[in-house]
Every structure is written in C-alpha cells, then in structure tokens.
C-alpha cells in the first residue's frame, strides 16, 4: 500500500510542479498578484508531496519489501539497517527521487527566506525552479518510476552492489545533490532576472548567499567523494579524471567563477551578462553531468545502468532548458546596461582573469570528457582521454590562478595601485621562494614540481597571513572577509597536500607470511595473521597488521578481504592509520598460501605523506565559503531589527 | 666440469640466491620477481586502458585480461623494449582506445589544442573587454541623452 | 549583439553530438587489424595428443596453413556464456560448407573443451589451443567470443566484436565471403 501511496504523491506533486511552474510566471509578467501569491504555497505543496513520496520509498526499504522492483534490485534482508536505508538513493530511480527532494527543499527555502524581495521576482524564481521540478518528476514518472511493483515479489533482493555498502554512501550523493540542485537557485534567479528584463546589483546581492551555499555543498560532496574513493577502492588514489567525477568537477569551476562574478556585480554593477551567463552555465553542466551518468553515452565506473532510451528523455530536457534559457539569454543580455568602467590594474580586472581562467579549465575538462563521444560520433574511431590529458592540461592553468590568489584580495576596485601591491606583497614573495628551494630537502628529495608546488602554497599562506594582520589593525573585519581568506587559504592547505603526496608517496607491494615485515616511510609493517571472520552479509578474510616506529607499536590495522553473499568479485577494506602529516595505508591483495597452510598474502602498503591535506583544504574552502554566506544573513537580521525599530 | 669449476659455479649460485634474498631474516619479499621491471611496468600500465573494465587503468585492474596484458608487458621489458616499443605494441592490436593518453594527431589536435587555443581567446576578449571599460564613464549616446532629458524632465 | 547567441549556438552543436553519442556503444573497440596481414601462429590442434613429440603431422596448425583460401577464425571459450548463443548460428554455417571455420580456444582446457564440442556441435574445420591467452592478444581479443574474416591473403577483412547472429552473418560475412572468394 505505502508503494502506491508514495507514487500517488509523485503525480500529485508533478501536477503541483506544473502549476507552481506556469501560473506564478504568467502571473508576474501579467501583474496578476492572485498568481504571483500561488508561488510560496505551491512550492510547499510540492515539497510535503516530495517528502512523503521518499518517506515511502525509504519505508519499502528498511521493511524490506521486496515486491517494489526497485528495493529488489537494489537492497537485501541481511543488509544493515543504515545501508537499507541510504540504498534509496544507490540506484537511478531513488537518486532522481532524491535529487526532487532536494529541489523542492531549496524552494521551499526560498519560499521561506524570500520576504524582503519584491514579490514578482519570488514568484519567477519559485516557477522557474517548479518547472525544472516538473521535468525531472516527469522523467520519473515515465521512463524511472522507482515504485514500479515486482510481481511476484523476489523472495529476497539482489543486494547494494558491495562498493556502496559504506558510509560514504549515506552522505557522499546528498551533500553532491544539494550542491548540483543548489545551483538551480542561482539558474532561477538568472532566469526571473532575464524574464523580468531587470539586471542590477540587488540582483546579484540576492542571488549571492544561496549560490555560495550551494557551491559550499558542491566543494564536501566532491570531496567526500574523493575521499571515499581513496580508503574504500583499494590502491590509494583519490582523483582519476573519470567522466562522473569530471561532471561533478565542471560545475565546481563554473560556479567559483560565478561566486567571484557575483562578488563584482554586487559591488560595482559590472559583469552582468558575464554573471547570468555563469549562473546559467553552472546549472547546466549540472543537468549535463545527469544525463552523462544516466544515459550510457560516456563509460565509467560511477554510471548507472544504461539505458538509451532514459537518455533521449534526459537529452530532449537539456535541450529545452538549457536551450531556452540561452536563446532568453541571447535575446534579453543586449538590453542590459553596462555598469562601472574599472582600470588595466583594478580588482575588476583581476577577477575577469581568475573568471577567464577558471572557464577555460572547466571547458577543457569537459572537452576532455566529451571528446571520445565527439570523435565516435563522427565516425573517426574510438579514443580514450584518460588522467595523463587531464593532468598535463589542467595543472598549467591552474598555475596563474594560484598566483593571483594572493594578488587578488589586495588589489582595490576601480583602479589598483601595482607599486603599492608589489611593496606588500615582497615578503610573501620571499618567504615563497625560499620555501620553494629549501622545503623539499626537509622532506625528501628536490623536484621543480615539488618546489613549485610548495612556493605557491607558501605564497598564499604568507601574503593572507600578512593582510588579516594589516587589516585587524583598522579593527575586526566582518565574516565576508574572513571567508573569502578561509577559502584561499584552503586552497593553499589543498595545493600542498597534493604536491607533497604527489612528490613523496612511496608504494611498496610485497609478499608477507606471518611475522614477515615491510619497511616504509620510516615505518615497520608486520603481519600478525589472518583470520576469518562473518559479518552480517560476508564472509571476511581479516589481516591484523601491526605498525610499529622506532620499535614501539603506534597501532593494530585491520584490513580484510570480504566475500559478499551477493557477488562474485572479492572485496578489499583497507585499513589506513590517519595522521596529520602523514598515512599508513594497507591493503590485502590475494592468498599465496596453499589451501590448509600458513597464510601468505600479497599486501600493498602506501606511505601517502601530507594527504589528509587534500580534504583539510576542501573543509576549509567549504568553511570559508559558510562564513561569507552568513554574513548575508547577519545583515538581513540586523536590516529587520532596524526595520523593527524603525516601526516602534 | 673441473673442481674449480664446480666450486665457481655453486658459489655463484650461492651469491645469486643470496643477492635475491631478503636482506634481514623475517623482512618481506618483494611480489614482484624484478622490481626494477615492475616499476617500469607500473609507469606504463597507468598510461593504458583496461579494456574490459568500467574506466579503470592496466595499473590497477584484476580482471583476466589485464593480468594477461601486464604479463606481456613484463616480458617486453625484460626483452629490452623502450617504452614506446611497448606502447605501438599494445596500440597496434586494440587501437588508439587502449591509451589514456590520446596520441597527437590531426583527429585530435582539437583535443590537445583546445585549451590553449580558449585560453588565448579568452585572454583576447579579456583584453578587449578591459579596453572599452576604460572610458565608458564617458558621454551617453544621443538616444540616451533623451531618455535623460525625458526624466528630468518628468521629475520637475 | 549577436556574440550574445554563441553560447546557444555552442550549445546546440553540442547537443547534435550528445544524441548522435545516444546511438553508439563507448564500450566496443574497432579493431585496428583490419586491413592487415592476420599474426601468424603456429598453435596444438585441439584433436591432436598434446603428449605426441612435437613436428608431427597435424599435430599443429598456423594460418599459412589458409593460404589461398578464404577463412574465418572464431575465439571461443567453453566458460563464455554468450559463445552458446552464437554456437548454433556457427553450427548452420558449416552446414553451408562455403568457407573453413578454425575455431581458437582461448585460455580454455582441452577437457572442458572437447566435452563442450561434443555437447553443442563441432561447427569447426578444427580448433587451436590458446592456452595462455597469448595468440588472443596478438589478435586484439579483449571479450569472447570475437570472429575474423580472413582472406586468400591472409589480410583481416572483418572482425565481429561479440555474438555471430543470423542477422550479421546474413548481412555482413556471407557476402563478404563470396567477394573475397571471387
């Protein structure tokens, strides 16, 4: 029953959407203020239907019922409760199922967070977003019902496929979908701005919270993602160009370039068109990165089953709209006055740089990703664009912005006075170059790649640590600024975390027997034993592994090797010793030993040093990005306390 | 075979067997027979597809075939090959598709020159763009100056 | 003002290529031996007695054994699946007795093998044993079952990633064999 009744809820919310998409629209451009005040209802409307749509699915799940073909594919009795429960998204249907939750949770936060706007712009937004909602509830309903009944019921289902049976499941997709939906916000509002034909700095200071918000979730879900890649699959790496995650990754630019687009068209009233242009990009490439994981064009570890047909739906949804808010675009950007004119050497121009740089990144990943599909169809052959294309091309460009990260912020709008900046930024410059020469020895051996690396992370730290200290001296700044030099200064966290693990990393794959040990990174690694060991729906083969420095034992891992009831294909669990400048990374391999006889295994052992950096970095962008956004919001409250005073 | 001979030859032996040996008594074995030739194996295999996998390179892979691929592989190196030998071997039996790293040629000069080529255009229209800022605080155009006069007008 | 189209424009060219992209399968590598000269080989016979010192007759076979004639050689494998759903569409074929097929067993054992012949047919003219897979790579065989037309001079014409089906051989290999046999 709940099935049915978690499906009556999705047409009854794509209905809602329908209405929450066109009457709100209409009623804005035609000053009907009956219409216009449909919008807030309609948009929580839809978000309770949403709600308890996936409140049933999630139900089907934990009871385990298997006569919901979708729960039989995806999920299993002996699976674990929490596993059950995040398998609602582990397959296509359930993530699109998420993926409505997510935009009608935003809406309704704009619903709710939207008082002060004048309310014909609230009402294009909420029906920009309810027709977006509308498409994907339609996609759903036709081609990727997740409610669809087995009959007759499996008597048990086919398992969470074993790689996502882990925690990074439970939080890796949502925090990934609140940042692609997130962006949907920062499309509506570019869209209601084109539509009402009104572009102006309240615009952007509107639009400017939600977006950082947004691009906040983007930054820990891709993280999260990396970081789940690297202690779940086994061989210790945390990036690999894959089509899905360069879907993920594309956005991310896009939409840093947008938040410092943003940052200009608030302040100085320029860029406009540049700053819908991006809103619209952003978004885009996240319907783009959708369709790539769904539709089987792109081959991948991350995409799901195929189905062409999915495909053509998805592809007909882009085209519509990312084609009509493109050809809104070309039609209304004309119109749109052109803002403060801005010196060669102002802030302005700097962050067109950083913009210019940022887009031309994000248009070679996607030219890296998309090109075997552009050279098949074709019919030139197939090619593959792997992690070497992507690295030579990425890492150059990424240099320059490096750079100017520490330039930026010193730079004033207008018109920037370089001697000055040069004067204040000559101690940075020192202290990087001899960072650059003389760090590397201290670790290991030379590299320019290394120095270079460790010089523009030095370069960065130094120079924002000299400017918090200049700027405190006129008192205490507020959040925005704080912000703005948190999210850098991971940047700089990232960039030397990347170069160190990347310069130094040491992989050692040996043969062990009981007792045998393996030298690395200054570390003893000796194998204990292996014991077999049930879990609640495998069987595991499970190392003790001792780590031991200087003769004392600093700790006892256990990675295991697990067989799933449900697959063929053995699974390994590393076991990683975590530490601040370094990681200890061990993973079985494959039993040498004869049936019966003392263990022998092939173990690979990683000394990764430096690399918890590599997300330290991404929490600190991410909490430089919370702290810029709630400084909107201080403001907000303190402009309603005046309000109030001034009432009283 | 004479005395000496036969001496020379077993401690020859003998040094060889304990050349390959672990160096303390408990300390493990490399996996791989010679390291040297794994190591250059791995730099190679990270620039190969594996062909039977979802995305994943020849380094990591466990499936059948590229065990099979990294044992030919092995046996190149230890033939001498240069890695581009090893490389236009693999190539010349599953194509372009099997390198990570697409090869430059005239189907993919888009590819390698892309980036560059949108980042010299958009440094251009950087340039252009800053240009025309630099004086727009100027004079507004005759249809403009209507349009103020209109206002201005309306006001008062 | 029209600069302000070129992102659609962008856009729709790439939306051309996206559904043209819906048609292909990202995973099926052409092979690059097509038009070349088939690698050479000289492999046990599958029916010979691995134990019989090496030299004897018929004991082995290599394709310039082919010369002169129009071939076809299939890999196949007694634990692939899909080589039984194409098996009998092979099986018809050399009831037509227009071309020799050579069958190549690959990373197989002759046990498992010839009890796999004897229970679904023996469509081959005879069958090579390619224990190590190594024969396999030099052909770029990368899933099985995979065929190859080959021709009078020993030069590839055609390779068949996956199943032979009635359809493909209908329209694809019998005529090809009847051009290569003119």
Same mark, same amino acid.
């Given at each position: 029953?709940?099935?049915?009744?978690?499906? /009556?809820?999705?047409?009854?919310?794509?209905?809602?959407?329908?209405?929450?998409?066109?009457?709100?629209?209409?009623?804005?451009?035609?000053?009907?203020?009956?219409?216009?005040?449909?919008?807030?209802?309609?948009?929580?409307?839809?978000?309770?239907?949403?709600?308890?749509?996936?409140?049933?699915?999630?139900?089907?799940?934990?009871?385990?019922?298997?006569?919901?073909?979708?729960?039989?594919?995806?999920?299993?009795?002996?699976?674990?409760?929490?596993?059950?429960?995040?398998?609602?998204?582990?397959?296509? *249907?359930?993530?699109?199922?998420?993926?409505?939750?997510?935009?009608?949770?935003?809406?309704?936060?704009?619903?709710?967070?939207?008082?002060?706007?004048?309310?014909?712009?609230?009402?294009?937004?909420?029906?920009?977003?309810?027709?977006?909602?509308?498409?994907?509830?339609?996609?759903?309903?036709?081609?990727?019902?997740?409610?669809?009944?087995?009959?007759?019921?499996?008597?048990?289902?086919?398992?969470?496929?074993?790689?996502?049976?882990?925690?990074?499941?439970?939080?890796?997709?949502?925090?990934?979908?609140?940042?692609?939906?997130?962006?949907?916000?920062?499309?509506?509002?570019?869209?209601?701005?084109?539509?009402?034909?009104?572009?102006?700095?309240?615009?952007?200071?509107?639009?400017?919270?939600?977006?950082?918000?947004?691009?906040?979730?983007?930054?820990?879900?891709?993280?999260?993602?990396?970081? !789940?890649?690297?202690?779940?699959?086994?061989?210790?790496?945390?990036?690999?160009?894959?089509?899905?995650?360069?879907?993920?990754?594309?956005?991310?630019?896009?939409?840093?370039?947008?938040?410092?687009?943003?940052?200009?068209?608030?302040?100085?009233?320029?860029?406009?068109?540049?700053?819908?242009?991006?809103?619209?990009?952003?978004?885009? /490439?996240?319907?783009?990165?959708?369709?790539?994981?769904?539709?089987?064009?792109?081959?991948?570890?991350?995409?799901?089953?195929?189905?062409?047909?999915?495909?053509?739906?998805?592809?007909?949804?882009?085209?519509?709209?990312?084609?009509?808010? /493109?050809?809104?675009?070309?039609?209304?950007?004309?119109?749109?006055?052109?803002?403060?004119?801005?010196?060669?050497?102002?802030?302005?121009?700097?962050?067109?740089?950083?913009?210019?740089?940022?887009?031309?990144?994000?248009?070679?990943?996607?030219?890296?990703?998309?090109?075997?599909?552009?050279?098949?169809?074709?019919?030139?052959?197939?090619?593959?664009?792997?992690?070497?294309?992507?690295?030579?091309?990425?890492?150059?460009?990424?240099?320059?912005?490096?750079?100017?990260?520490?330039?930026?912020?010193?730079?004033?709008?207008?018109?920037?006075?370089?001697?000055?900046?040069?004067?204040?930024?000559?101690?940075?410059?020192?202290?990087?170059?001899?960072?650059?020469?003389?760090?590397?020895?201290?670790?290991?051996? !030379?590299?320019?790649?290394?120095?270079?690396?460790?010089?523009?992370?030095?370069?960065?730290?130094?120079?924002?640590?000299?400017?918090?200290?200049?700027?405190?001296?006129?008192?205490?700044?507020?959040?925005?600024? !704080?912000?703005?030099?948190?999210?850098?200064?991971?940047?700089?966290?990232?960039?030397?975390?990347?170069?160190?693990?990347?310069?130094?990393?040491?992989?050692?794959?040996?043969?062990?027997?009981?007792?045998?040990?393996?030298?690395?990174?200054?570390?003893?690694?000796?194998?204990?034993?292996?014991?077999?060991?049930?879990?609640?729906?495998?069987?595991?083969?499970?190392?003790?592994?001792?780590?031991?420095?200087?003769?004392?034992?600093?700790?006892?891992?256990?990675?295991?090797?697990?067989?799933?009831?449900?697959?063929?294909?053995?699974?390994? *669990?590393?076991?990683?010793?975590?530490?601040?400048?370094?990681?200890?990374?061990?993973?079985?391999?494959?039993?040498?030993?004869?049936?019966?006889?003392?263990?022998?295994?092939?173990?690979?052992?990683?000394?990764?040093?430096?690399?918890?950096?590599?997300?330290?970095?991404?929490?600190?962008?991410?909490?430089?990005?919370?702290?810029?956004?709630?400084?909107?919001?201080?403001?907000?409250?303190?402009?309603?306390?005046?309000?109030?005073?001034?009432?009283? | 075979?004479?005395?000496?001979?036969?001496?020379?030859?077993?401690?020859?032996?003998?040094?060889?067997?304990?050349? +390959?040996?672990?160096?303390?008594?408990?300390?493990?074995?490399? #996996?791989?027979?010679?390291?040297?030739?794994?190591?250059?194996?791995?730099?190679?295999?990270?620039?190969?597809?594996?062909?039977?996998?979802?995305?994943?390179?020849?380094?990591?892979?466990?499936?059948?075939?590229?065990?099979?691929?990294?044992?030919?592989?092995?046996?190149?190196?230890?033939?001498?090959?240069?890695?581009?030998?090893?490389?236009?071997? #693999?190539?010349?039996?599953?194509?372009?598709?099997?390198?990570?790293?697409?090869?430059?040629?005239?189907?993919?000069?888009?590819?390698?020159?892309?980036?560059?080529?949108?980042?010299?255009?958009?440094?251009?229209?950087?340039?252009?763009?800053?240009?025309?800022?630099?004086?727009? +605080?100027?004079?507004?155009?005759?249809?403009?100056?209507?349009?103020?006069?209109?206002?201005?007008?309306?006001?008062? | 003002?029209?600069?302000?189209?070129?992102?659609?424009?962008?856009?729709?060219?790439?939306?051309?290529?996206?559904?043209?992209?819906?048609?292909?399968?990202?995973?099926?590598?052409?092979?690059?031996?097509?038009?070349?000269?088939?690698?050479?080989?000289?492999?046990?016979? $599958?029916?010979?007695?691995?134990?019989?010192?090496?030299?004897?007759?018929?004991?082995?076979?290599?394709?310039?054994?082919?010369?002169?004639?129009?071939?076809?050689?299939?890999?196949?494998?007694?634990?692939?699946?899909?080589?039984?759903?194409?098996?009998?569409?092979?099986?018809?074929?050399?009831? $037509? @007795?227009?071309?020799?097929?050579?069958?190549?067993?690959?990373?197989?054992?002759?046990?498992?093998?010839?009890?796999?012949?004897?229970?679904?047919?023996?469509?081959?003219?005879?069958?090579?044993?390619?224990?190590?897979?190594?024969?396999?790579?030099?052909?770029?065989?990368?899933?099985?079952?995979?065929?190859?037309?080959?021709?009078?001079?020993?030069?590839?014409?055609?390779?068949?990633?996956?199943?032979?089906? @009635?359809?493909?051989?209908?329209?694809?290999?019998?005529?090809?064999?009847?051009?290569?046999?003119?």
């Amino acid at each position: 029953m709940t099935p049915e009744l978690g499906q /009556l809820a999705l047409i009854l919310a794509f209905l809602v959407a329908l209405i929450q998409g066109v009457l709100p629209i209409v009623g804005a451009h035609r000053g009907h203020a009956g219409w216009i005040a449909l919008a807030r209802p309609a948009a929580q409307t839809q978000f309770a239907l949403i709600l308890f749509s996936f409140a049933c699915l999630m139900q089907a799940f934990v009871a385990n019922d298997f006569s919901v073909a979708y729960v039989a594919g995806h999920s299993n009795s002996k699976l674990p409760t929490m596993y059950r429960a995040s398998a609602v998204w582990g397959g296509h *249907e359930g993530s699109l199922l998420l993926w409505v939750l997510m935009l009608s949770g935003w809406t309704l936060a704009v619903s709710l967070f939207s008082r002060q706007l004048p309310q014909a712009m609230v009402a294009r937004v909420i029906g920009v977003l309810g027709l977006v909602s509308a498409g994907f509830l339609m996609f759903m309903l036709f081609t990727s019902d997740p409610f669809d009944r087995l009959l007759p019921a499996a008597a048990d289902g086919q398992d969470l496929n074993p790689l996502l049976q882990d925690p990074g499941l439970v939080f890796h997709p949502p925090m990934l979908y609140m940042g692609y939906v997130g962006f949907s916000v920062a499309f509506a509002f570019a869209i209601a701005a084109l539509l009402a034909g009104r572009l102006d700095a309240a615009w952007a200071r509107w639009s400017r919270p939600w977006t950082t918000v947004a691009w906040v979730f983007l930054t820990l879900g891709i993280a999260l993602g990396s970081y !789940w890649a690297y202690y779940e699959l086994g061989w210790g790496g945390w990036w690999f160009w894959d089509p899905v995650e360069n879907a993920s990754f594309t956005p991310w630019l896009v939409g840093t370039a947008l938040i410092h687009s943003l940052a200009v068209t608030e302040k100085r009233g320029s860029f406009k068109n540049w700053t819908v242009l991006l809103a619209i990009c952003a978004f885009s /490439l996240s319907l783009l990165g959708t369709f790539l994981v769904r539709s089987g064009v792109l081959t991948s570890v991350h995409a799901f089953a195929a189905d062409p047909k999915r495909g053509v739906f998805i592809l007909l949804f882009l085209t519509v709209v990312i084609g009509g808010s /493109l050809a809104l675009f070309a039609w209304r950007a004309p119109k749109v006055s052109m803002g403060g004119a801005f010196g060669v050497v102002s802030r302005e121009t700097l962050l067109l740089i950083n913009n210019v740089l940022l887009m031309v990144a994000a248009a070679s990943v996607l030219l890296g990703t998309l090109y075997p599909l552009l050279i098949d169809a074709l019919g030139l052959g197939k090619l593959s664009v792997g992690p070497p294309y992507f690295n030579s091309v990425f890492m150059p460009l990424m240099l320059p912005l490096l750079f100017l990260i520490a330039v930026g912020p010193l730079a004033r709008w207008k018109q920037a006075d370089a001697r000055d900046m040069a004067q204040r930024l000559r101690l940075a410059a020192v202290l990087a170059v001899i960072a650059g020469i003389g760090l590397p020895f201290l670790i290991g051996a !030379w590299t320019p790649l290394v120095a270079l690396g460790l010089l523009l992370a030095v370069w960065i730290f130094a120079s924002t640590a000299f400017q918090i200290r200049e700027r405190l001296k006129s008192g205490w700044p507020p959040r925005s600024f !704080w912000g703005m030099h948190a999210a850098h200064f991971g940047i700089a966290v990232f960039v030397v975390g990347v170069t160190l693990v990347k310069g130094y990393e040491v992989e050692k794959d040996v043969r062990m027997a009981v007792g045998e040990t393996v030298e690395i990174g200054g570390y003893t690694v000796k194998l204990l034993g292996v014991n077999q060991v049930p879990g609640p729906n495998y069987v595991a083969q499970r190392g003790d592994v001792e780590l031991s420095k200087g003769g004392q034992v600093r700790a006892v891992l256990h990675p295991e090797k697990r067989n799933y009831f449900s697959s063929q294909m053995p699974m390994t *669990e590393t076991a990683i010793d975590s530490g601040f400048t370094r990681d200890l990374y061990v993973s079985l391999g494959e039993p040498l030993n004869a049936p019966g006889a003392a263990p022998v295994w092939s173990v690979r052992v990683y000394y990764k040093p430096f690399i918890v950096w590599i997300w330290g970095g991404c929490l600190f962008m991410a909490l430089g990005g919370a702290l810029a956004a709630s400084d909107r919001r201080y403001r907000l409250k303190v402009k309603q306390q005046a309000l109030q005073g001034a009432a009283a | 075979m004479s005395r000496a001979g036969f001496v020379l030859s077993l401690s020859l032996a003998l040094a060889l067997q304990l050349a +390959s040996a672990p160096a303390r008594a408990n300390e493990a074995a490399p #996996l791989a027979d010679d390291p040297v030739v794994e190591q250059r194996l791995l730099v190679i295999a990270e620039e190969v597809r594996c062909l039977v996998c979802q995305n994943e390179s020849l380094a990591g892979s466990r499936a059948d075939l590229a065990q099979d691929l990294r044992r030919e592989i092995r046996s190149l190196i230890k033939q001498g090959k240069t890695d581009k030998e090893v490389m236009d071997f #693999l190539v010349s039996r599953y194509g372009d598709y099997v390198r990570y790293r697409p090869p430059v040629k005239p189907s993919t000069w888009l590819l390698w020159g892309g980036p560059f080529v949108l980042l010299a255009a958009g440094l251009a229209a950087l340039v252009l763009f800053v240009r025309r800022r630099r004086g727009t +605080s100027a004079a507004l155009s005759p249809e403009e100056q209507r349009e103020a006069a209109a206002l201005l007008g309306e006001k008062s | 003002m029209k600069r302000f189209l070129i992102p659609l424009a962008l856009f729709m060219v790439l939306a051309v290529f996206l559904a043209l992209g819906l048609n292909r399968n990202p995973s099926e590598v052409p092979s690059p031996l097509v038009g070349k000269p088939a690698p050479m080989f000289t492999l046990p016979r $599958l029916d010979a007695d691995p134990q019989a010192p090496a030299g004897t007759a018929n004991a082995s076979f290599s394709p310039k054994d082919m010369a002169g004639k129009v071939w076809l050689l299939n890999v196949w494998a007694s634990w692939c699946v899909s080589c039984r759903v194409e098996h009998p569409v092979l099986v018809d074929f050399a009831k $037509l @007795n227009i071309a020799p097929l050579i069958g190549l067993d690959y990373k197989d054992q002759r046990a498992d093998a010839k009890g796999w012949l004897a229970k679904f047919g023996d469509p081959y003219t005879l069958s090579v044993v390619d224990a190590d897979g190594r024969v396999g790579i030099d052909y770029g065989v990368y899933g099985v079952p995979e065929t190859y037309v080959i021709d009078k001079a020993g030069l590839i014409r055609f390779k068949q990633i996956g199943p032979v089906t @009635n359809e493909i051989l209908q329209t694809k290999i019998l005529p090809l064999i009847k051009e290569l046999q003119r």
